[in-house]
């Protein structure tokens, strides 16, 4: 397993450019599962989650090509309808395939995902939303067994006690686009990854309206084609970065950050002493280029995660990193998972100062973080160890990162870009990692699959 090997203390400056969003890729993906026209994603980081759905698609039946930052989808064969325990267990986000491959295949047998690192992480929403469409759903061996004649539109109520289900809307949402009739999703997820996933299936063909809102409407229609789209820049890898300058008291301009995805960050960093600055003012805000830099001494904050337009769970982990150093005391309450607080033992070996009680943390901010070997939990906790490494006082280790790869492509080589000392190294020998490019999923074809996107084949763990 890999560890990164950070000196702290140094600023960034630079610029580099924000990649395609995970949580926006790995839907759209299996959308290919609703026709048989080729589809073609361009913008596509090459993650280990995203090549691991690649791998389920083609167990279902899909052509999948990578080639660079592009993945060409293709269904030739629809008769497999079961997605296994074995890849589902490796991303829970693979539930996504339940919704469209129970539209057009009419019949799918889906792992249950299981939990993750910070939570239960239920699908009821999801199944309730298939069932007021009319599918039959039982849960045997583990398996969600789905089947349905053509589904039929109708009026869902899909809220949860914590919210809107982001990826309980794509299933029912890519679901209802097949149905016979008009479907009304209320309470539906409002996350800008719905909204892409929108677009790209009304180009497709379907009939979507209210995407982005609390209340959407899809009429059915018969059949939908294939299509081209551009994933939407990454808006946690954006956020992360952001808070990484701030971390280092650095100035650096990020190129593609989606600025009208990311408001309730960009409020917070303002709050605690950030600025992002769109470097053109009249810039299109779903992906313009912005410049972060910071005031000397950062002020407190008071978070509460929400669901979009809410500030997001997916950066609360790096936003307490950055709290860790603020001026006083601030207050950070998890709302969507309350356990999602394994950060907190790792960031305290570093020396900072967090109270957690139940799904909310007190910390003091400190100076100085100290160095330290610390171990990575799940994916933004990750990130949050990184970013806390990047300011702290001499050497930090983290380890596990292949939790990191899940969704950020090759993170130590945009830091290093960015001017900070940082070297991905193999934990058994600590020796340079640098271009180790392991054996690929052996199922992804792909000509142009580049070393790039071959790096950091590893298994997932299932908390995204
Ligand atoms: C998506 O997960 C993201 N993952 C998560 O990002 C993100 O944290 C989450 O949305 C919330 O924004 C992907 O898009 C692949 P939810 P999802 O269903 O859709 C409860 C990352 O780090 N709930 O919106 O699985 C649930 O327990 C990952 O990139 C039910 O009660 O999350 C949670 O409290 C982590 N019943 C809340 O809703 C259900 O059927 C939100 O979950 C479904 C969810």
Redesign the pocket.
Known sequence: MDQFRIQGGRRLNGRVTVEGA??AA??LMAASLLTTGRMRLTNVGPLA?IRNLGTLLERLGVAVHFDDDTITLNTSDESCTHAPYEVVKTM??S??VLGPMLARRRRAVVSMPGG?AF??????????GLAKLGARIELDGGNVIASCDRLKGATIFLG?????????T?NVMSAATLAEGRTVIEAA?C?P?IVDLANMLNRMGARIRGAGTPRIVIDGVEALGGCEHRVMPDR?VAGTYAIAAAMTNGDIVLDDFPYDSLLAAVDHLAEVGVHVQKVDPNADESRCSVRVSCNRVLRPSIITTQ??PGF???LQAQFMALLALADGNSIVTEK??TERFLHVAELSRMGAQIYRQGSTAVISGVRQLRGAPVMAS???ASACLVLAGLAAEGETVVSRVYHLDR?YSSMERVLKALGASIERVRESKAEPAEDAVPAILPSIRGAGLTARAAQGAVTSTP??
């Open positions: 995970k949580n790995l839907p989650d829970r986000a539930i996504c993750c939570g239960t992480r239920p699908i009821d929403l999801h199944l309730k949860g006690p914590n919210g809107s289900t982001v990826l309980g794509a997820a996350e990854e946690i669901p979009h997001p769970t997916d969507i998972y799940d994916l933004r969704g908390d995204a």
